[in-house]
């Protein structure tokens, strides 16, 4: 075998005019990834922000009370621990995809994102991003609203004291509309005005209390759809 | 004096710069004819004719594909780089860029071929060789270097693919195992136990077949 391969080739460089790309085309290929990368544990830190908050709020007070497994169970915030996993993966792809990715253990790169989106979830749910996320979610993006009205649907039904709902109408003496998950409308009367949390038309609520008649719910107790009155005093102080 | 003079004796002098680095490239290291490359594509050809003749072994060693073909790739890999030389990282060795895109080509080559790239190949290797792959290996006093020899031989061509390759690389291309891991884009750890593997292999290949 000669160099006449490496001659030819050089001919076909000079007769096709190929020319090197520019070096800016590369630069600009890896600033491209690492942006994603970047995004993605952003994003992957906005999803374990609502998880501190869910579980904070929403699943760990379950663990306190009697025969409340299942509910704490249920309120397992599986979305946002499955996003938060797509967001990891996809960081973890576009760490992969720098040119020196490759010299980095799987494992390594998967535990590091991690730390950052914990770290950046942790500040982002200490000034209270959490809540918002969650909310903007919940108004904004329908399949996950319908998985959180079928969470209230099921909390509602495990018990025939229970109601959850959102608030649709207030009246003057303190009654109010509330339509459930299920899109069922009920009028809901309170038994004691120390019960109850401030709310506003819009606001998801659950409460405690009787049927009075098809269609009449007396509230014995109303708390806001996450937490326990008296846990988040800043959203449902106990009236004294 | 007008400016275009100055001008013009500064495009003189770099000419005169570029004609030595030239006359020298065969004593240049290959990052350094790269550097070349980027001011004069003919400079190009030195780098060409360094790998052409590796790379046509390497694959030759590599996989069953036939000598045209073998061309074809190298090529094709030749533009490829020249192509990209900017987006040549210097922290790293030219020949790992270079052996990288072969087995990128090599690879791609079986897959629109849709041919099976763990098929056997037929090749020979030098007797040194097969030493240093006996060398590491515990049984190496047991038996007769020369059968082993023999053995070895047959039973790297039945190697799979993945494993044939390392084991080429680090036997018969002597690359380091940070070089072998920048070829193949894999971390320095999962080489070594690549290694591993493939030796239990191709040592359970020839129990196996009694060769």
Redesign the interface.
């Known amino acids: ?1 000669t ?1 006449e ?6 001919e ?3 007769k096709e005019k ?6 800016w ?2 630069l600009m290929k890896e600033y491209v990834v690492w942006v994603l990368f970047a995004l993605s544990v952003i994003v992957g830190g906005l999803a374990m922000a609502v998880i501190f908050f869910l579980m904070k709020v929403g699943a760990l007070p379950f663990l306190k009370e009697q025969n409340s497994f299942l509910d704490f169970i249920s309120f397992i915030p599986y979305f946002w621990f499955v996003l938060l996993a797509i967001f990891v993966f996809i960081a973890y792809l576009n760490f992969k995809y720098t ?2 990715g ?4 799987t494992y390594l790169i998967i535990i590091i994102s991690m730390i950052i989106s914990v770290l950046f979830g942790g500040v982002i749910y200490a000034v209270k991003g959490g809540e918002v996320i969650e909310s903007l979610a919940y108004k904004n993006f329908h399949p996950y609203r319908k998985i959180m009205d079928m969470k209230g649907d099921r909390w509602s039904r495990r018990f025939q004291d229970r109601l959850s709902g959102i608030v649709k109408e207030k009246y003057e003496n303190g009654e109010f509309d509330l339509e459930t998950f299920e899109k069922q409308m009920w009028l809901i009367k309170m038994m004691s005005e120390k019960t109850h949390c401030p709310f506003e038309i819009g606001s998801r609520l659950r409460m405690t209390g009787k049927v009075l008649e098809p269609g009449v719910f007396e509230a014995e107790a109303i708390m806001p759809w996450f937490g326990r009155p008296g846990e988040r005093p800043e959203r449902c102080p106990m009236m004294k | 004096m007008s400016p275009s003079f100055f001008i013009e004796i500064i495009f003189c002098l770099k000419r005169i710069i570029n004609n030595m680095a030239e006359k020298d490239a065969k004593s240049l290291s290959d990052e350094q004819i790269v550097e070349l490359v ?1 001011q004069n ?2 400079n ?2 030195y780098l ?2 360094r790998y ?2 590796k790379l ?1 072994w390497y694959t030759k060693k590599l996989s069953n594909i036939p000598n045209e073909d073998i ?1 074809d790739i ?2 094709t890999v ?2 490829k780089v ?6 040549f ?1 210097q922290s790293l060795k030219f020949s790992s860029w270079i052996y990288r895109i072969m087995h990128n080509e090599v690879i791609s080559f079986y897959r629109k071929n849709k041919k099976i790239i763990n098929s056997t190949v037929d090749f020979e290797i030098e007797e040194t060789v097969l030493d240093n792959i006996i060398y590491d290996h515990d049984i190496e006093r047991e038996i007769d270097q020369k059968k082993l020899q023999k053995n070895i031989l047959q039973a790297l061509a039945k190697l799979d693919f993945k494993y044939r390759e390392v084991i080429i690389l680090k036997y018969l291309e002597e690359k380091s195992y940070e070089e072998i ?1 920048d070829i193949l ?5 999962t080489i070594g136990t690549l290694i591993n593997r493939a030796k239990k292999q191709l040592f359970k290949i020839i129990d196996k077949n009694n060769i």
């Open positions: 075998m160099n391969l490496s001659s030819k080739t050089l076909k460089i000079k190929i020319e090197p790309t520019a070096r085309q590369f040119q020196k490759y010299k980095y253990n | 980027l594509e003919d190009f050809l060409m004719e052409e003749k046509f061309e190298i090529q030749f533009i020249y192509r990209n030389l900017n987006s990282d891991a884009k894999k971390p320095v750890n």
